[in-house]
Structures are given as C-alpha cells and as structure tokens.
C-alpha cells in the first residue's frame, strides 16, 4: 500500500484490512512516499493492533520534500508501489490505496480467483449503469469489456501472484501513465474480472496516454476470439462511420460472416448496400444496410450519440444483452 497524507482515510482504511476474513496469513507493506501530515504516526499507532492480529505490518518511506512516485496530483504512484512490493514476502500481492476501504471478503476472494488463476490479475471492476436503468437492470461486466464505457481495470484493486507481477515488470515510475507496461486501460480485456470490493474513490485511467488505435485493435482482437467465433454470422447495427470501421478491421472470415448493416437513418437504408471499396475480392463485397425492424440477431451494436434511444429499439426487439447482442465501441 503505497501512502502520501492519507491521514484523513488511513484509520477506516486499516480497519477494513483488519477486518478481512482471509484464514491463512497476511502481511500489511506501507511505503510512505514524503507524507507531510500525520499519516506515519496514524500508521504507527495501528502497529499494535495489526500484531495483536497476528498480521505483521511493515513500514518504510522517505521524507524528502516531494514524492518521489507522484504524477499528476499524485494520481499515480509507481514508484511507492514498487517499494512496498519489494519489501513485502507474500507469493500473492493483494493491491490498496490508503484512501479505499474493501469489503471483509476481498482478500479472501480474490486469493481463490488468483490462485485457481495464476496467469490473471483479480479486480474490481468499475460499471455503469446504461439504459438498462430502464428495467433496474445492471448490464454484466462481461458484456461490456469491448466497449469504451465498459469495466476499467482499477489498478488499486488488483490482486496476482508474485511470479506474474515479477514477469510482467514493475510500476512504471517515471512515464506518463505509472502503471504495469502496457498501460493499465489496454490489459482490460486479457484480465480476469473479479468484482469482489468497494473502491471509495476512482480515477479514470488518462487512455490519451495510449494510442487510440491500439485500444481499438484489442476490443476487436477479443471480441473476435470471445464472441465473433462462436457466430455463424450476425448483424452490425451502426451503417455509419463506426459500423463500417468495424467491419474493415474484422479478420477476412468474420467479414464474410456480416450478413448486414442495419440502422434507423433513413439516408443510410435508402443506399442499400455497404461496399467494401478497399477490399481485394472481386466482386467486392457488397453488405446489404436494412432497417433495424428487419434485421435479426446476433448483432453487434456499435455505440453511438442517442444512447437512451437506441437502447430503447434494442430492448423494443425483445433481445438480452450478452446472447442477441453485444455493445462494442
């Protein structure tokens, strides 16, 4: 746990990790990056009870005038990470942040995810709530990893074994983003999602620090080897800009699998059909554009601007998230 002046946070922080029902043994690892209120001595005074606990809490830092790991605000602190990584001895490292507190069972939770899982980061992940308010319906984490509004990986909730984190490579303490190499919002897709805690606070990871188009390929590399090879053939329902960007990065069998574009512009229906101009095939492809009322599942719906009212046509269908479609932006 990395700290800098968290003594606001810091007593129900430390009280939700001594309330952790984990049965087997923990460490507490504080690296204190410069705090300059009284956070050292907040922490010193919990060392009993931690002891008493049978949970030892190691304690380090530095009091030079500025942090040594802070990135914009603080925001980031790779460098305090780092320290209270290599100070610490457990075989799995279970991720907190001095101003969260976590539910009794995250430890316990995120160990059997992890340890059944070694290859895999544990998480929280962050949600929204979409139309689907309209049923008080929570869209599934899943469903929503290859869209931009989807789960993010909260670096402060991360649990992984020691052997994954030492192969991936420490926080990065110097860049823009100080997080794990790639930065944190391009390994989303690849990790498993265990939402398992409350997280007080979250920042949104900066994704200008990534380039888009790596982002991009990445939802579209998992969203073909998770849903797209398991569908025979489906509907893209966005005949715009996105829709058709989609199909152009898809693999040469999945385009083949797009049976049509479908959408409620008029404009856009009244052409009839998409060609894929840049396509080596002769002829070249030629994607029928249909009104969204005679289209038929599966489909990928491209998120676009009028959310609410999509989702309305989507739901006016009569179709479940995660079976007849799947969000992709």
Not at 312 to 317: A, R, T, V
Request: glycine share 4%; charged share 20%; proline share 6%.
């Amino acid at each position: 746990m990395p700290m800098f002046n968290a003594s606001d946070w810091l007593d129900e922080c430390l009280q939700a990790i001594l309330e952790q029902d984990f049965p087997d043994r923990m460490e507490l690892s504080v690296y204190d990056d410069g705090s300059t209120d009284n956070s050292r001595e907040l922490l010193e005074r919990w060392r009993q009870r931690f002891e008493d606990r049978g949970l030892p809490i190691l304690i380090s830092g530095h009091s030079s005038p500025s942090p040594r790991g802070a990135c914009l605000c603080n925001i980031w602190v790779g460098f305090a990470k780092n320290q209270a990584v290599r100070q610490s001895s457990g075989r799995f490292l279970c991720f907190q942040d001095a101003d969260d507190i976590m539910r009794p069972q995250r430890v316990r939770l995120q160990y059997e995810a992890a340890a059944a899982n070694p290859t895999a980061i544990c998480k929280v992940a962050k949600t929204k709530f979409s139309a689907s308010l309209m049923n008080k319906a929570l869209i599934s984490v899943l469903n929503q990893v290859y869209t931009s509004h989807g789960p993010t990986v909260i670096m402060p909730t991360w649990f992984c074994s020691r052997d994954w984190f030492e192969k991936v490579g420490p926080f990065n303490e110097g860049g823009k983003v100080s997080s794990m190499f790639p930065p944190e919002a391009l390994l989303l897709p690849s990790l498993s999602l265990q939402c398992v805690s409350d997280v007080r606070d979250f920042i949104n990871p900066i994704l200008s620090s990534a380039l888009r188009e790596t982002i991009w390929s990445l939802r579209v590399h998992f969203l073909q080897e998770r849903v797209l090879s398991q569908w025979e053939s489906f509907t893209v329902w966005n005949a715009g800009k996105q829709g058709r960007r989609l199909y152009r990065s898809l693999s040469p069998t999945n385009q083949k699998k797009v049976k049509a574009f479908c959408d409620v512009d008029e404009n856009k229906i009244q052409k009839g059909f998409y060609t894929y101009e840049d396509s080596k095939e002769r002829p070249k492809p030629r994607i029928p554009v249909l009104h969204f009322t005679n289209a038929s599942p599966p489909m990928l719906y491209i998120c676009v601007r009028m959310y609410l009212f999509m989702m309305g046509n989507l739901h006016s269908l009569q179709l479940k998230e995660g079976v007849h479609y799947y969000h992709f932006s």
